[in-house]
């Protein structure tokens, strides 16, 4: 049976084609709603270019009939701009502020009122990312449902970069006389991803165990080329913590996502694999540190001083980590020393956009609150001889219409772990102190 689906304005904000993900269903955008994107169209960012989008695509829609009749689009659904269902009478019983989300569940409620009276009535539902809206669609009597078009995958079934089999002792043996193990001889059922982590361990319950990692083809598990010595004074401390610094230093790998909880090494570690890479062996021109200024985009001249001064807010997590690392005394000491050295950079990420980067070491932080567009964006600034490291943790995000399993860092990682070219592994363990680790797990 068919369904009505009603738009909230975040949906269309947050994927600009929204109205072609509903199959045969018909979908209705209260006129409320272009209101809203009218307002957000001269914004300068992400929310910006999506709400132009949204009026080019709509104008277009245009043109093959009247939007407040309905038009019929190519999957056999349609799509229309509501304008006589707009009454708020039978809203003011429960909610009688005449608020914007008010006006899109009135028109919801209205069509599902109306369905009702009709001897096949199609279900109504209200599709929102803001969860109040949700709610108070429950209130009324309303179907409410997320918008998950976007969804990469479910958070269950999200790519960790590491796996542990539980094998026969012979298998571990094996591995441990040829330096190298086929996958077919595992009998998997299922491939592996190139570079995925592999722990094999004794089924019989012994100590036995082996560190693996899966060739770039996916057809043998090799041995780890790095040892266990320090970088930059920087060691693993767990054996997530080696498998990162494993993808960081190895130059035939040229993207990197790590995630994890705040508090695991991912930026201590790839600062310390970058200052290695850049001052001891030479293999690239330049550390380029960047963080999204949240929301990406947004002017930040309302801060004083300088563009370095204003930026210095953002990036400091980045500087604690660099007076780290180069072990300075006094405050402003690290300025001193990048300074000196001439080849690191901290930028945010609104002034990389539209630049080729080449030859460099590329380190972007907070990934996680940046949206699929935006991580393209980035991503494909990446010259030649370029090494790019993304990071963050999914479950800390700013962004207002991002989650868990549909920002951009997420997306990178489902879409690229098939690829030779990249690598990944989430940090399990919290190595900045017990305390930050009982946070991490407790709060």
């Known amino acids: 049976m068919k369904k009505i689906y009603v738009l909230d304005t975040n949906v269309l904000l947050h994927d600009p084609n929204a109205v072609f993900a509903f199959d045969d269903n018909d979908v209705v955008i209260p006129a409320v709603v272009l209101e809203e994107i009218d307002t957000k169209k001269r914004n300068a960012d992400e929310l910006g270019r999506n709400a132009r989008y949204v009026s080019r695509l709509l104008d277009s829609l245009r043109s093959q009939g009247r939007l407040f009749e309905g038009v019929e689009l190519e999957q056999g659904g349609s799509v229309k701009v509501e304008l006589n269902h707009r009454s708020f009478v039978k809203m003011q019983e429960v909610f009688g502020e005449i608020t914007n989300d008010n006006r899109i569940l009135a028109v919801a409620l209205n069509y599902h009122v109306e369905e009702q009276e009709k001897p096949e009535p199609k279900p109504v539902v209200i599709v929102s990312k803001d969860t109040l809206v949700r709610i108070k669609a429950d209130v009324l009597g309303l179907t409410a449902e997320d918008y998950m078009s976007d969804r990469i995958v479910s958070q269950s079934d999200m790519y960790a970069g590491c796996i542990t089999l539980r094998v026969h002792p012979g298998v571990i043996d094996e591995f441990y006389n040829a330096r190298f193990l086929p996958v077919s001889s595992l009998n998997l059922g299922y491939p592996l991803h190139p570079h995925e982590f592999v722990i094999l361990k004794d089924e019989m319950g012994t100590s036995k165990s082996a560190l693996l ?24 401390r767990n054996v997530q913590q080696r498998m990162a610094l494993e993808l960081l230093l190895n130059d035939d790998i040229p993207l990197i996502t790590l995630t994890g909880k705040a ?51 953002w990036m400091q997590p980045i500087y604690d980590n660099l007076e780290f690392l180069f072990d300075t005394k006094r405050p402003g000491d690290i300025d001193k020393v990048l300074a000196g050295l001439g080849s690191i950079q901290v930028e945010a990420l609104t002034y990389i956009r539209g630049r080729s980067i080449p030859g460099q070491f590329i380190i972007i932080d907070e990934a996680q609150n940046l949206t699929k567009h935006e991580v393209k964006t980035i991503v494909s600034r990446v010259g030649e001889g370029s090494k790019i490291v993304l990071m963050g943790d999914p479950e800390q995000i700013d962004h207002p219409y991002l989650d868990a399993t549909s920002n951009g860092l997420t997306y990178l990682v489902e879409r690229f772990k098939q690829e030779p070219l990249s690598g990944h592994i989430t940090l399990e363990r919290g190595e900045r102190s017990p305390l930050a680790q009982s946070a991490a797990d407790l709060l």
């Open 263 to 313: 508090g695991t090494g991912k930026t201590l570690l790839t600062l310390a694999a970058g200052l290695m890479k850049i001052e001891d062996e030479r293999k690239y021109k330049k550390l380029l540190i960047a963080r999204p200024v949240v929301p990406m985009g947004k002017d930040i001249g309302y801060l004083p001083g300088e563009k370095e001064e204003k930026l210095r807010p």
């Open 213 to 236: 990692k899966t060739s770039a083809d996916s057809k043998r598990l090799e041995p780890l080329f790095l040892s266990n010595d320090q970088i930059w004074g920087i060691g693993a």
